[in-house]
């Protein structure tokens, strides 16, 4: 009987500490040797002229979530979900872009627990092929929720608290924000933050609204760089004071990461994440004709292009060291979508958010290593490891070493490739990235020892994902310092 259920050899090994010329040999859906030569096994893919790299690890997916009287729901209990992707075409279009493992969002409504959604969501994301672990959104944090519930779904697993600065009916205030961090540091959760201010962008909404500009392009107008410093500047500050490890999610400008950079320099425990659309999207994509802007509408909003050399300047310093794709996909044709309000709404009626999934790892690869801004260790970090060592999932995710799942996908660096929505295999009828050249594209998605896509062509079978509970891990791990040595109990 050969050694090894499937060898990969001859490629350009990728792992996060280093690249050399090797082979991989697996064994029970896990890698089990990296060696010079491997030649006993039960199959072989030959790897000559491609990158090895681990499967991308994307940190913050919303796929498949229900939400109760939202864009797209009726009354009453929830009939279809925040948007028209299901976790099997997100399996479909993750694979297809190089994407094997995801953490997604569970949410939560104003007046509702957590653990029936929890429950729910258990069951949605069965039905896909990605491997898969969770945040909870907190968006109504009572004493019920905090002290019985989140605890039941730490032991489940559960091992993020996801808050939002901004957003109706989600957001929290500074006092119900700091009752979710003192929640995680006594659970030993990391919690993650959309940075926005609330009542900025509302009064900016009004007066915009009253002097009659109405159109998606004024979406940007309605959320500029500044709400969201002040938001990250605040969200650190209330993270410092109870001693709670925190995430600020897609950060679009320099203000905000300069923020994130002088936590770091005390000593904090912040990261920073940034996406795709980030150094590669701007305002002026939503100032189309008609309703077509609405395709690019996403919080916080796409900059400018000088914004995205200040974006790579971050990534470089570490400062923001995951890319994720904050995938939340709305259909622009159709009623629903980004058009459930019709298409004369004006921008604070449109859903935001876009799809990404897919174009995730190319848009990163090509703008970042094929262009000289980052080396190909750095890509693995930003996508694969750092994702999966902040969430807790490393090192069984994210790299290539003995033990790992052999999550592994074969890249063609050369290989030039013109962005379609035919080619994103998502369940949205558009992509903002439509006509976009990258160089670099996934060849074979492994999931687990399992070719799961190989050419465009996805293999999975519908069920086989597997949840990914998540352990205590000493980062998210509270420092013990507090301003005056004062630890609330």
């Not at 929290?172 to 940075?195: M, N, P, Q, W, Y």
């Not at 369940?427 to 160089?439: K, L, S």
């Not at 509970?469 to 791990?477: F, G, I, N, S, T």
């Amino acid at each position: 009987m050969p050694e090894y259920d499937l060898a990969i050899r001859g490629g350009f090994v990728a792992t996060g500490f280093g690249a050399a010329l090797c082979d991989i040999g697996v064994k029970d859906g896990r890698i089990a040797a990296i060696a010079e030569k491997i030649t006993e096994a039960a199959h072989v893919i030959a790897a000559d002229g491609l990158y090895v790299l681990p499967g991308g690890v994307d940190s913050h997916c919303h796929i498949e979530e229900p939400s109760r009287g939202g864009y797209t729901m009726s009354d009453g209990e929830p009939q279809v979900t925040v948007n028209e992707e299901s976790f099997v075409t997100a399996s479909t279009s993750a694979f297809a872009g190089g994407t094997t493992s995801v953490v997604c969002f569970v949410p939560q409504w104003k007046g509702f627990g957590v653990w029936d959604r929890y429950q729910d969501y258990r069951q949605r994301a069965a039905t896909g092929m990605l491997d898969h672990a969770f945040h909870q959104i907190i968006s109504d944090p009572t004493d019920a929720v905090l002290n019985e519930e989140v605890p039941r779904l730490v032991t489940e697993g559960v091992r993020s608290l996801k808050v939002f600065l901004t957003y109706e009916p989600l957001h929290l205030s500074d006092a119900e924000f700091i009752k979710v961090l003192l929640t995680a540091r006594k659970l030993g959760c990391l919690v993650t933050v959309h940075c926005e201010n609330y009542d900025a962008i509302g009064w900016r909404t009004q007066a915009l609204l009253a002097a009659g500009l109405t159109e998606p392009k004024y979406h940007a107008w309605s959320r500029p760089r500044v709400v969201e410093r002040e938001a990250t500047h605040r969200a650190i500050a209330l993270a410092e004071l109870v001693d709670q490890p925190i995430q600020v999610f897609h950060v679009s400008c320099e203000e905000a990461a300069e923020e994130i950079a002088r936590a770091q320099a005390r000593g904090l425990k912040v990261w920073g994440e940034t996406c795709p659309q980030y150094v590669s999207l701007t305002a002026a994509d939503m100032d189309r004709p008609g309703f077509e802007g609405a395709k690019f509408m996403c919080s916080p909003a796409p900059r400018d292009t000088a914004e995205h050399a200040r974006i790579w300047e971050m990534i470089r310093r570490g400062t923001l060291n995951v890319v994720s794709s904050d995938h939340c996909g709305f259909s622009y044709g159709g009623d629903k979508g980004k058009a459930v309000a019709g298409r004369d709404a004006s921008f604070e009626k449109i859903p935001n958010g876009i799809p990404g999934l897919a174009a995730r790892l190319p848009i990163v690869f090509s703008e970042g290593v094929a262009k000289g801004r980052i080396g190909l260790e750095d890509f693995v970090k930003l996508t694969a490891a750092n994702p999966a060592r902040i969430m807790g999932l490393y090192p069984r995710k994210g790299v290539i070493l003995p033990g790992s799942d052999a999550d592994i996908v074969l890249w063609d660096p050369a290989k030039k490739v013109k962005l379609t929505n035919a080619l994103m295999q998502h369940a949205i009828d558009y992509t903002p990235y439509e006509g976009m050249e990258v160089t670099g594209w996934p060849v074979s998605t492994i999931r687990r020892g399992e070719v799961v896509m190989r050419d465009g062509k996805v293999q999975a079978q519908p069920g086989t994902g597997r949840y990914l509970p998540r352990a205590p891990y000493d980062l998210v791990k509270p420092r013990g310092i507090t301003p005056d040595g004062f630890v609330p109990r």
